[in-house]
């Protein structure tokens, strides 16, 4: 039987699961973790200790990475937004087990002597390298950028900036079947409430489509509302001086695509030129509807990335959905600017997918938005983890 896609979009969302063959038994834990792992052996795979490219420093760890991985233990003492479990290869590391990863980390760290510390490092950790089939690792940077906003409609600020509508919906398809590990599904009850359907387009909101439903945060201008969309994060600075941080608070589901293709005239890829092209040119305001996706957004008190915790500038990185949360990765870049150095995975994006595929934070100011945006190059990404049996003797290192 073949189903048009309009059509299949309103098949009840337990009739659509079953046709996937989700309900054929429960899905009981080590099938999710078996099929979790399955995933991960495609994302990543086992090396040596890469000692060679380990990260040099003195007697003590440098405060942006202690600090970094902090963010990433509570993100995991986190019950509610933590996962259960995380692949690495063929291994499944539970939320308990990564903290005990992460603090014994710590503790390897402390040691005053480089070599001892590489020593213990390469002797109790497992190592990954996530690459593509063909080529090396490919890094590009991001930022938070810092916007004029307004909290009403005015000729410089005219785009809405969206809080999440209340009848917005997530689907967590990995918990009905291990195969769709990381994998969401958003949308909105049907008007009977019986069907999940896919929400309104990045054109229907820019048409007014939420005006009754969703509380407006901001009004910002066309480009700065763009690289919001792109970025997932900013701080809205208003004309009475307040500053207020913003992160991601949900999409509708709808793929991401570049608005600059669109444009009548060939612009440089940067918010200056966005923004200048746009001042010129008022009357194609409505190219931001070219990109389906629209991403919402909640106050916060710090920048943080999609696990709710604070981002550290060159420590916190985004990479594939399905890569381990919060995991230690370490990075080794080629090119105008190199960057050896301890990582953790605080973040994703929509265009940051497949093995080896990684965007670095750079930070949350002008220097920031210069350094990310022209940051692209080559490199390796090594993701690690304590054996398990450091960790059953982590008492005795």
Known sequence: MKFSRSYIYQIPITILLALAGIFTRPLLPEDSTRRMSNEATRLMRPISPPISIFENFGEK?????????QA???????????????????????????????????????????????RLLAEHFLYFESKPEIGPALFTGYFVPSVAANRSHGSQTPIPLYYRPKDLIDVDLGQFNGDWHSRRLSGKLDADGRAMIPYETHDDIFAGALRERAEILAYLHPADFYFIQV?????LEFP????????YAGDNGHAFQSIFPHLKNRVPFS????????????????????????IFFRKETATTGHLHQPLTALRSIAT????????????????????????????????????GRVDVFFGADESAEREATRFKQNGRLILFVARR?????????
């Open 61 to 69: 760890p440098p405060d942006d990475l202690l600090q970094s991985v």
């Open 72 to 118: 990433s233990l509570n993100y995991y003492q986190d019950t509610e937004r933590a996962r259960p479990h995380y692949a690495y290869g063929n291994e499944s590391y539970d939320r308990v087990e990564m903290i005990a990863s992460m603090r014994l980390f710590l503790r390897l760290l402390n040691n005053a002597n480089a070599a001892e510390r590489n």
């Open 231 to 235: 970025q997932g994060s900013a701080v």
């Open 240 to 247: 009475d001086g307040s500053r207020q941080a913003v992160g």
């Open 271 to 294: 918010r200056a030129h966005l923004r200048a092209y746009m001042d010129a040119h008022p009357e194609e305001q409505a190219v931001l509807a070219t990109n389906p996706r629209y």
């Open 320 to 355: 594939d959905a399905r890569l381990p949360a919060g995991g230690l990765a370490l990075i080794d870049t080629r090119g105008s600017t190199t960057l050896r150095r301890f990582m953790l995975i605080h973040d994703r994006g929509s265009a940051i997918t497949g093995p």
């Open 389 to 397: 049996s450091a960790l059953a003797n982590a008492k005795d290192l």
